[in-house]
C-alpha cells in the first residue's frame, strides 16, 4: 500500500473517532447542560426525560420534554407553554438555534404535543423586522392537542385529537395578518373541536376534520358572530352588515394555501345556513387594492337557507332551499375591480321559496338560472310597507324563461345580450308612483342591454295612474330586437324597439268621468284596428255640472271599428307618428255642454295651434270618418232641456293632418264634410288652415239645402224662445275666413214661407201679439236670387271656442238676411214696437176696467166717443211702425 494511501486512511480514522467522541460528548453534553444552557440563553426552559443527537445529520430524538417561557410576559417572543411525548427532528439547524435564535429543520414530529403557543408581538412593518419565526419544511403532528394565543392572549386558533401532515409549513406574523395562520404546500390533517378567531368580530369552530387521499371532510362548520347586532352597530358603527354562517357538512380536495392565495376544488357545501345583518350602513370604498386570491373549482351549495335581515330585525331578502354549482370561481386584484367582483367559468343556480320584502314584495317558487339561460315559476308581486308615493305592483305570474347570448362585465360595466323571454300568464295591477323620477341621473352600470325577442302571453294587466286604471284582458304582445342604450349625453338610458305586436281583448281605461273600452285592440308597428270602441260617461249629466268648477263637455262616443296604417315609434327618444291612413267606421258621438257653471276663463287656441304644439313629429296623410252620427246638445239655465244639433251619415275626410314636425311634408290641412242635418237636409263643409301658419288663419265654407224650418227647432227653442212655424229654407250657404281674432265672409239664405212663434221663458205659452209684431220685421221669403250679405267684424271671445266663433258668424248672417241690412235700425224698430205694445196692453186693460166701472156707473155719450178716439190713435200708431 502506498505511503499516501495509509495517511489518508490514518487522517480518516482520527476524524472519524474525533466526531464519534465529540457526538459522544455533546450527547452527554446535552444530556445534562443543555437544559440550563436553554435557560440561560434562550427565553425558554425546558426539560426532557432523554435525548439523543447526532451531531453528523442534525437528527434530534428526545421524549418526556416539557417546555415554558422564561418571562410570559415577553410579547416580542413565542410563547411556549405544554409537554410532548416524543420529538423528533431531522436536520436541525444547530447553528441558527444557538447563534441566531431561528428554529429550523427539514422535519419535525411530535407525538401526542399538549402545547399553548402565544404569537408574537406584529411585525414592525417600517423596519421589515421579523421576530422568532419558525421555518419548517416539514412537520408531523400525533395526537396533538395545540392552542394558539395571540401577543394579547386572546384565543387565535386551538384544535384537539390533532393528527397532521404538513409539507413546507411555514408560520409567521405575516400569515397571520392575512388571516392565514399557517401556510403550507401539502398537508394531511384529522381533528375535533377546530376553533379560530380571525378578529374581534367573528369566531370558527368545527366540530371535526378529516382527510383520506386528498380528500377533507369538515363537520359542523360554524361563523359566529362574537357580539349581538345591538353591539355590533354601537362598536362598530362604520361597518355596514354582520355575518353568520354554518355547514353541517362540508367535504372538498387540493387545498392549496401559499402566502396571498386559497385554491381548492370539488368543494361540496350540505346544508349550510347563511344569514346576513345589514346595518344601512354604506360601504366605504376600500382605495387599497386586495392582494388576496381565492381560486375555487367545482364548488357546490346543496340545500342551503339564505336570510338578509334588515337594520330594523326586518327580512329583506330569504331564500328556502338554495343550489348552486360554480365552475372555477376566482376572486382576484381583477376581478375585485368590477362590479361583480368575482369571476366564473360556469354556473348553475336554483332556489326555492324566494322572498323579497322591501317597498316591492316578490315571492317566488322556484327559480333556475344558468348563464344561457333561465327560468322562473309562481313570482308573486305585492306592494311593500314602505311603498307611499312610490310605483308599486301587484302581479302574479306563473312563468318566465330567457335564454342569454352574453352577459359580461367590462370596466364596471354590463353588456347582456339577452336571446328571449317569456312571461306566461300575468294577472295584477301596476299603480304609478306619486314621486317624479329622476330622468337626468345617468345609465349606471348599463353599457348594452340587447333583447332579441321578448313575449306576454295570456295576460291580463291593469296599470292605475292617478285613480284612472287602463286594463289590458286577454294581452298578448312580442316586442323584437330591443335596445338599451347610453344617451350620447350620458344623461339617462336610450330605448330603441325594432317591431313589436299587441292583442288585447276587453280594454278598459277608466278616468274621473269616463269609461273607455275596446271590444278588440291589434298593434304593431305599421298598423292599428280597434273593434267596438267606447267612451261612456261614469256619471250622469246632472252629476257632471255639479262637479265640474268651469264648463266642460260630456262626451258619450262609440265607433264600430277604427283602423290605421303607416308607421310610428312609440318607444325609442325619437318618437313620430307617419300614418298613411285612418279610417273610422260607424262612429256615434253625442257631446253635451251646460252653460250652467262658469265659463272657462283659459284662452282657447285655434286647431292649427293646437297640433303645432304636439311635441312629436306627426302626420295622418288620410283620416276618414265614415257612416257615423255626431250630436251636439247644450243647455242654459233659462232652457227647459237640452237645445241639439244632429248631424246623421257623417263622413268626414281629412288631409295631412299634421303637427307641422316633419320637414318636406306638406303642412296645410283640408277637412271636408259631407252630411245629413238634423236628419232632414244634406249639409257639405270646406275648412282648411296650415298648421305651419303662426298667424293661424283659416277658411270655413259650406252648403245646406231643403232644410223645414222646423228642423232647427231643437236648437234655437231653448235658447232664443222662438220656435219656427212654417217656411223651409231651401238653400244656405256661407264662406268665411278668419284668424284667432275673428271672422268675415259671406252668407247666402234662400227660404220661403218662413214664420215663427215667440214663447215665454217656460217655453210654453205662445205669445201672440209680439209673434204678430216679430213677423211683421221677418222676410218670410228670400226670392228666386237672393243677395249675399256680408258678414264682418265678428269678434272672436278667445276663451270660446272655434265653434262659437263660427256660430257668430251664421248667426250675424241670419239677422242680416232674415230682419234687414240695417240691423240696429230695425232692432230699434222693434224695441219701439215692443214699448207700444206695452201701452197697448196697459190701454186695454184700463178700457175693461172702465167698461166694467160703466156697468155700475153709466158714463155721458160724449165720453164714449173719447174713448173711441183714443183706441183709432194707438192703431194708426201700430200702422206707422209697420210702415
Not at 345580450?417 to 306619486?434: H, P, Q, R, S
Amino acid at each position: 500500500m502506498k505511503k499516501w494511501v495509509k495517511r489518508l486512511l490514518v487522517s480518516f480514522g482520527i476524524l472519524a473517532g474525533i466526531l464519534l467522541a465529540a457526538n459522544f460528548g455533546l450527547n452527554i453534553w446535552l444530556k445534562t447542560q443543555l437544559p440550563e444552557y436553554i435557560k440561560k440563553n434562550t427565553d425558554y426552559k425546558v426539560s426532557y426525560k432523554a435525548l439523543d443527537v447526532d451531531l453528523g445529520t442534525g437528527n434530534i430524538f428526545a421524549t418526556g420534554i416539557s417546555v415554558n417561557s422564561k418571562n410570559p410576559q415577553n410579547i416580542d417572543v413565542i410563547g411556549l407553554q405544554g409537554t410532548i411525548d416524543t420529538l423528533k427532528i431531522s436536520r436541525f439547524g444547530i447553528y441558527d438555534a444557538v447563534f441566531n435564535k431561528r428554529i429550523s429543520s427539514s422535519d419535525l414530529l411530535l407525538a401526542k404535543p399538549n402545547l399553548n403557543v402565544i404569537l408574537a408581538k406584529p411585525v414592525d412593518h417600517k423596519t421589515g423586522k421579523k421576530r422568532n419565526p419558525f421555518l419548517f419544511e416539514n412537520i408531523r403532528i400525533n395526537e396533538g392537542k395545540i392552542a394558539i394565543f395571540k401577543h394579547t392572549k386572546q384565543k387565535f386558533l386551538s384544535v384537539q385529537q390533532l393528527n397532521l401532515f404538513v409539507e413546507n409549513l411555514q408560520m409567521t406574523e405575516e400569515s397571520v395578518e392575512n388571516k392565514l395562520p399557517v401556510v403550507f404546500d401539502r398537508y394531511s390533517i384529522k381533528g375535533e373541536k377546530f376553533f379560530f378567531r380571525p378578529d374581534e368580530t367573528y369566531a370558527i369552530t368545527i366540530n371535526k376534520i378529516n382527510t383520506s387521499d386528498g380528500q377533507m371532510s369538515v363537520e359542523n362548520f360554524r361563523l359566529t358572530p362574537l357580539l349581538s347586532f345591538v353591539q355590533f352597530k354601537r362598536f362598530y358603527p362604520k361597518k355596514p352588515q354582520l355575518f353568520e354562517f354554518s355547514v353541517p357538512k362540508m367535504e372538498f380536495k387540493d387545498v392549496v394555501l401559499t402566502k396571498n392565495k386559497v385554491s381548492l376544488a370539488n368543494a361540496d357545501f350540505q346544508n349550510p345556513a347563511f344569514t346576513v345583518y345589514k346595518t344601512g350602513i354604506k360601504a366605504e370604498k376600500n382605495e387599497k387594492k386586495s392582494n388576496f386570491e381565492v381560486d375555487l373549482k367545482n364548488i357546490k351549495l346543496n340545500n342551503a337557507v339564505v336570510q338578509i335581515n334588515k337594520p330594523d330585525g326586518n327580512t329583506l331578502l330569504s331564500v328556502g332551499n338554495l343550489n348552486l354549482n360554480i365552475n372555477q370561481l376566482k376572486f382576484d386584484k381583477e376581478s375585485s375591480e368590477q362590479v361583480i367582483p368575482i369571476g366564473y367559468k360556469d354556473f348553475l343556480l336554483s332556489g326555492r321559496d324566494i322572498v323579497y320584502s322591501n317597498h316591492q314584495n316578490i315571492a317566488i317558487r322556484s327559480l333556475a338560472l344558468k348563464p344561457t339561460n333561465g327560468e322562473i315559476l309562481d313570482m308573486v308581486l305585492t306592494p311593500g310597507s314602505s311603498s307611499v308615493g312610490k310605483t308599486t305592483i301587484n302581479l302574479k305570474t306563473d312563468h318566465i324563461a330567457f335564454n342569454i347570448n352574453k352577459l359580461k362585465f367590462a370596466d364596471k360595466k354590463l353588456n347582456l345580450d339577452i336571446k328571449d323571454i317569456l312571461v306566461d300568464n300575468v294577472n295584477g295591477t301596476v299603480k304609478a308612483g306619486e314621486k317624479k323620477q329622476d330622468r337626468t341621473s345617468g345609465p349606471g352600470i348599463i353599457q348594452s342591454v340587447t333583447v332579441g325577442k321578448m313575449s306576454l302571453k295570456n295576460s291580463n294587466i291593469t296599470y292605475d295612474k292617478g285613480k284612472e286604471p287602463l286594463t289590458f284582458h286577454d294581452l298578448n304582445a312580442t316586442i323584437n330586437n330591443i335596445e338599451l342604450l347610453p344617451k350620447p349625453n350620458q344623461q339617462g338610458l336610450s330605448l330603441r324597439v325594432k317591431d313589436y305586436y299587441l292583442t288585447t281583448r276587453n280594454f278598459d281605461y277608466r278616468t274621473q268621468f269616463y269609461n273607455m273600452s275596446l271590444g278588440l285592440l291589434k298593434l304593431n308597428k305599421n298598423k292599428v284596428q280597434i273593434n267596438n270602441f267606447a267612451m261612456k260617461p261614469l256619471v250622469s249629466r246632472a252629476q257632471f255640472i255639479k262637479m265640474i268648477p268651469v264648463e266642460r263637455d260630456l262626451y258619450d262616443i262609440k265607433a264600430g271599428q277604427i283602423i290605421a296604417e303607416g308607421e310610428w315609434d312609440l318607444f325609442s327618444d325619437h318618437k313620430m307618428v307617419n300614418a298613411s291612413r285612418v279610417m273610422i267606421q260607424s262612429a256615434d258621438a253625442n257631446i253635451f255642454r251646460s252653460k250652467i257653471p262658469k265659463d272657462d276663463p283659459k284662452v282657447k287656441a285655434l286647431y292649427s295651434k293646437m297640433l303645432r304644439s304636439i311635441k312629436i313629429p306627426m302626420t295622418i296623410n288620410n283620416l276618414d270618418l265614415k257612416n257615423s252620427v255626431l250630436v251636439y246638445e247644450e243647455d242654459t239655465p233659462e232652457s227647459m232641456g237640452p237645445g241639439k244639433l244632429i248631424f246623421s251619415n257623417f263622413n268626414m275626410n281629412v288631409r295631412n293632418l299634421n303637427s307641422a314636425k316633419i320637414k318636406g311634408k306638406p303642412t296645410k290641412v283640408d277637412i271636408k264634410i259631407n252630411c245629413s242635418f238634423m236628419n232632414l237636409s244634406p249639409l257639405s263643409v270646406n275648412w282648411n288652415f296650415d298648421v305651419a301658419d303662426h298667424n293661424d288663419n283659416f277658411g270655413i265654407s259650406g252648403k245646406t239645402t231643403s232644410l223645414p224650418a222646423s228642423g232647427i227647432n231643437p236648437f234655437i227653442r231653448p235658447y232664443l224662445h222662438v220656435t219656427a212655424t212654417a217656411g223651409t229654407i231651401q238653400e244656405m250657404l256661407f264662406n268665411f275666413k278668419g284668424n284667432p281674432a275673428g271672422l268675415h265672409g259671406a252668407f247666402n239664405l234662400k227660404h220661403k214661407d218662413l214664420k215663427i212663434a215667440v214663447l215665454n221663458k217656460n217655453n210654453h205659452e205662445k205669445k201672440g201679439l209680439l209673434t204678430a209684431v216679430a213677423n211683421v220685421f221677418l222676410k218670410s221669403d228670400s226670392g228666386s236670387f237672393p243677395e249675399s250679405v256680408t258678414v264682418e267684424n265678428v269678434e272672436r271671445d278667445p276663451t270660446k271656442s272655434f265653434f262659437n266663433l263660427f256660430w257668430k258668424g251664421i248667426e250675424q248672417g241670419l239677422k242680416k238676411t232674415l230682419i234687414g241690412r240695417n240691423v240696429e235700425k230695425t232692432e230699434k224698430k222693434v224695441k219701439e214696437a215692443v214699448s207700444s205694445v206695452k201701452e197697448m196692453k196697459q190701454s186695454v186693460k184700463e178700457i175693461k176696467q172702465e167698461i166694467k166701472s160703466k156697468k155700475e156707473d153709466p158714463k155721458p155719450e160724449a165720453e164714449k166717443k173719447e174713448k173711441k178716439g183714443f183706441l183709432n190713435n194707438i192703431f194708426k200708431k201700430k200702422e206707422k211702425s209697420e210702415g
